[in-house]
Structure formats: C-alpha cells, structure tokens
C-alpha cells in the first residue's frame, strides 16, 4: 500500500526533493508560523529565560522517535532562518532537528562575552560583561536538560550563532567541548577583549582532543569600516583597528588550520557579497550543509537502475546504518520508511521479488513499530500467493495499529 509513484517514475532524486518540500509544511492561518514560546527559570542567571522550540513536521508523539537537536542564539531572531535552511535541506543534506532558539535579548553582552572589557571601541564601557562561562553553565546544567526532559530529543546537540553569538559558540568550543557536537559561527566577534580568544585558542587547539566534532566559521564581505579598497588578498597587510573584525577572523582560522591533527573537522568561508546582518542566511545553508556533509546519501545512482543487484544495495544500505551510527552514536535508520517502501513496490512493478522482498524487510528492520511496513510486505507475499504469510504480516500490521483495515483485509485473506 502507499505506493510513491514519483520514485518509479521520476527516481529517487526527485523523492527527495519532494521530502524536503514536506518540510515546509506550514500553518493554513499563515505563510509562516514557526517556534512555540516557552520558559525555563534559571538559578545560574537568576530570571526566566524564554526559548522558542521547533519541532520537525514529520514528528508525531505515537511513534516516540527523538531527533538531533541545534541550540540557536538569538534565536527569537534566527529560529526562522533555521527552520527554513531544514525546510528546504533536510532529508538529503541533513537530518530532521528539533530546533531550540535561545532568548539573548537581555543581557546579550553580559551572557555572550567570555571576558569583562571597561573600554570598548575605543570608548568607557560600563556595562555588563564577561559571563559567558555562565551561561555555559546555564545550557549544560539547566536548559539542555529541560529540553530533554520535555522535548524529543537525543544527546547529539548543535550549537548556532552570530556576531557575539559566534564568539560565544566558539568560546563553548575551547571550554567545553563535550557540550555540544557541532559548532556553527557566523561572522564571530573575535576582536572582543583585544582579540582574547586568539590566544586561548592557540593553546588548546593544539593540545586537545576535538575528535567528532564539527566546527563552521564564517566571515562576511565588509572587511574595513571605511575603505572598500581592502580586499580579502590584502586585508592581513592593514593594521588599523577598522580591519580588526575581519583579520582577527582569519587570524583564527590560521590557528585552527594549523592544529589539523586535532580531529576537528574545520571549513572556514568567506563572503565578499555580504554585510555582518546578511551573512547570517548563507551561512546557516552553507554550515550545516558542510557540517553534516557525512549525513548526504550517496550512491542514489545506484537506487535508481534496474541493473543494480541486490546485494550491492544491501551493502550501500548497511553501510549507511553504519555510517550514521558511528556519528549519530545511537541507531539511525539510513532511509526514510517511504523510500524503502516505494523501492519494494518498485522493484515488484518491475519483477525483480528478491530486491523487492529486501527494501521490504528493511522497512521493517528500521521500522518495527510501522503497521504499514508489515502490511507491505504482505502485500508483497500475496503478489507472490502466499497467503500464510500474507496473512502473517497483516496480522501484525493490526495487531500494532488496531485498525479496521487491517482486521478487514486478515477476514479477507483467510477466505482464501
């Protein structure tokens, strides 16, 4: 049942784009309604914090599945922006998230910044600064359980954010690395404090063990306040404190690129077309496409001839799961149950049963608790007049979901 006829004719590419399509789901009342509002009181920064959460469209609370989760700063401001960039890019590119858009529109500078600064831009500052290593407590204490214990999510976490944003995930990075699994900064404040965080990464990127995880940064086009002269070829030649934003960016990722044995899987881009307020949509495309690179499905090509034989898709299917598996470190289906599915109907259309009987079974094997999936391969078995185990499959099919269909169609087996 549920055939996808897109697949058997337009293959499997187009299935996926047809995925991501679903993602943009949205509300009939509006073009756009994203992220629910909710709080969680804080004892580390003593107040509410608000945080708007995002589930994946595909979510429904009967199947119990957990996703990857990104933690976005600023995220009354950028949640949007995410939840579109996975609209669009989850299915091929990247996994399906749960996307939590943290509050920072109070006490920015204060919760942001890893070191307290009384001159800034030249100028007094009186202001709060210099907690961020609060606030790092605050996400791993306090609001990343609270995600957990309410929200569908797994323990492999993603960390997002701009301007001071960025600077702040990149000092989560060096601090505690183990928080968080992928490291997003857009357009970092790295100049903060006479350029700090240069000198504390020089010293732990080169000594620690960064090992699974992912970092993006990314630097945006104006690279001097006042001269559009200053090109990315000579920006490092400028030593006036109008190009300090943009060097002490290229400065880090120098110092990154030189500790390559430290297992961090780096990528760095620029650009030129783009202001500090507009890099932020090309970045997020760009940064989770390149941080979740190992996530795109290959050999598609593969899926999509009738000449491919089985046991080379079993092998492109397992070695998948175990591809995800390893970066995931739980399991993850590698196909989403439809894909299989229509590949089983696919493969039966065009007589080829075994292939059909296979993409079948790992519908099942990713999917136990899917009543569809067993009544698939009912179907199949009864293309192929077996009606024991037709009947077999249909009785599990109701068995997990009680519906009259199934019940129906068991009667209508056992007559024969």
């Given at each position: 049942?549920?055939?996808?006829?897109?697949?058997?004719?337009?293959?499997?590419?187009?299935?996926?784009?047809?995925?991501?399509?679903?993602?943009?789901?949205?509300?009939?009342?509006?073009?756009?309604?994203?992220?629910?509002?909710?709080?969680?009181?804080?004892?580390?920064?003593?107040?509410?914090?608000?945080?708007?959460?995002?589930?994946?469209?595909?979510?429904?609370?009967?199947?119990?599945?957990?996703?990857?989760?990104?933690?976005?700063?600023?995220?009354?401001?950028?949640?949007?922006?995410?939840?579109?960039?996975?609209?669009?890019?989850?299915?091929?590119?990247?996994?399906?998230?749960?996307?939590?858009?943290?509050?920072?529109?109070?006490?920015?500078?204060?919760?942001?910044?890893?070191?307290?600064?009384?001159?800034?831009?030249?100028?007094?500052?009186?202001?709060?600064?210099?907690?961020?290593?609060?606030?790092?407590?605050?996400?791993?204490?306090?609001?990343?359980?609270?995600?957990?214990?309410?929200?569908?999510?797994?323990?492999?976490?993603?960390?997002?954010?701009?301007?001071?944003?960025?600077?702040?995930?990149?000092?989560?990075?060096?601090?505690?690395?183990?928080?968080?699994?992928?490291?997003?900064?857009?357009?970092?404040?790295?100049?903060?404090?006479?350029?700090?965080?240069?000198?504390?990464?020089?010293?732990?990127?080169?000594?620690?063990?960064?090992?699974?995880?992912?970092?993006?940064?990314?630097?945006?086009?104006?690279?001097?306040?006042?001269?559009?002269?200053?090109?990315?070829?000579?920006?490092?030649?400028?030593?006036?404190?109008?190009?300090?934003?943009?060097?002490?960016?290229?400065?880090?990722?120098?110092?990154?690129?030189?500790?390559?044995?430290?297992?961090?899987?780096?990528?760095?881009?620029?650009?030129?077309?783009?202001?500090?307020?507009?890099?932020?949509?090309?970045?997020?495309?760009?940064?989770?496409?390149?941080?979740?690179?190992?996530f795109q499905m290959e050999h598609t090509d593969k899926f999509n001839s009738p000449d491919t034989s089985k046991e080379e898709l079993y092998s492109i299917v397992n070695y998948r799961a175990e591809?995800?598996?390893?970066?995931?470190?739980?399991?993850?289906?590698?196909?989403?149950?439809?894909?299989?599915?229509?590949?089983?109907?696919?493969?039966?259309?065009?007589?080829?049963?075994?292939?059909?009987?296979?993409?079948?079974?790992?519908?099942?094997?990713?999917?136990?608790?899917?009543?569809?999936?067993?009544?698939?391969?009912?179907?199949?078995?009864?293309?192929?007049?077996?009606?024991?185990?037709?009947?077999?499959?249909?009785?599990?099919?109701?068995?997990?979901?009680?519906?009259?269909?199934?019940?129906?169609?068991?009667?209508?087996?056992?007559?024969?």
């Amino acid at each position: 049942m549920n055939r996808i006829l897109v697949c058997l004719a337009l293959g499997v590419g187009l299935f996926f784009q047809h995925l991501a399509y679903a993602q943009t789901g949205q509300n009939p009342e509006y073009l756009q309604s994203v992220g629910t509002l909710d709080s969680v009181y804080s004892q580390k920064l003593n107040e509410y914090r608000e945080i708007y959460v995002q589930l994946p469209s595909s979510y429904n609370p009967s199947q119990n599945k957990k996703y990857p989760v990104a933690f976005v700063l600023d995220g009354e401001m950028f949640l949007p922006t995410v939840h579109n960039v996975l609209g669009f890019y989850s299915g091929g590119f990247m996994p399906e998230m749960v996307v939590v858009g943290i509050s920072n529109a109070k006490h920015r500078v204060r919760d942001l910044t890893p070191s307290k600064v009384t001159e800034l831009y030249g100028m007094p500052f009186n202001g709060a600064s210099g907690e961020a290593d609060n606030f790092i407590a605050f996400l791993e204490t306090e609001l990343i359980p609270f995600v957990e214990s309410k929200y569908p999510v797994t323990g492999f976490r993603s960390l997002i954010g701009h301007s001071y944003g960025g600077l702040f995930t990149l000092h989560t990075l060096l601090s505690n690395s183990q928080l968080f699994s992928n490291y997003v900064a857009i357009d970092p404040s790295l100049d903060w404090d006479h350029q700090a965080l240069l000198i504390d990464a020089e010293e732990k990127l080169s000594g620690a063990d960064f090992k699974g995880k992912s970092l993006f940064v990314s630097l945006g086009g104006q690279l001097h306040m006042q001269n559009p002269e200053v090109t990315i070829d000579n920006v490092m030649q400028d030593t006036t404190d109008f190009t300090l934003f943009a060097r002490s960016n290229i400065m880090f990722s120098e110092i990154v690129k030189k500790s390559s044995n430290n297992g961090l899987a780096f990528d760095w881009k620029f650009y030129p077309r783009d202001l500090h307020g507009t890099i932020v949509y090309p970045s997020l495309m760009d940064g989770l496409i390149s941080t979740f690179q190992w996530f795109q499905m290959e050999h598609t090509d593969k899926f999509n001839s009738p000449d491919t034989s089985k046991e080379e898709l079993y092998s492109i299917v397992n070695y998948r799961a175990e591809k995800l598996k390893e970066h995931f470190n739980y399991v993850v289906a590698p196909y989403p149950e439809d894909l299989f599915n229509a590949l089983g109907y696919m493969s039966m259309d065009m007589g080829q049963m075994e292939k059909a009987k296979m993409f079948l079974q790992f519908a099942i094997d990713f999917y136990p608790t899917s009543a569809n999936a067993y009544d698939s391969m009912a179907d199949y078995y009864e293309r192929n007049n077996d009606t024991a185990n037709a009947l077999q499959f249909v009785a599990k099919a109701y068995e997990i979901s009680g519906n009259n269909y199934h019940k129906e169609r068991m009667e209508v087996l056992k007559k024969g």
